[in-house]
């Protein structure tokens, strides 16, 4: 039996980072691969460093400095 829309949802954090352990891993693999919504709250937390990013530019600038 597979995991929980929740069970799943509290583990996305760890898994978007690389923490989640190979068993908690697959998984949430395994639960996304038939659950639409949760893929969807996934799609979010990997668009939370760009948004990040942009919010914490300084004003004026539309571009990270380049090193």
Request: hydrophobic share 35%.
């Amino acid at each position: 039996m597979g995991i929980a829309c929740e069970r799943c949802r509290d583990r996305l954090g760890d898994y978007v980072e690389g923490l989640a352990l190979p068993e908690e891993r697959a998984e949430i693999d395994a639960h996304l691969a038939t659950c639409a919504p949760c893929r969807e709250v996934l799609a979010g937390y990997r668009r939370l460093p760009a948004l990040l990013s942009r919010a914490l530019r300084p004003p004026g600038r539309s571009r990270p400095a380049r090193k």
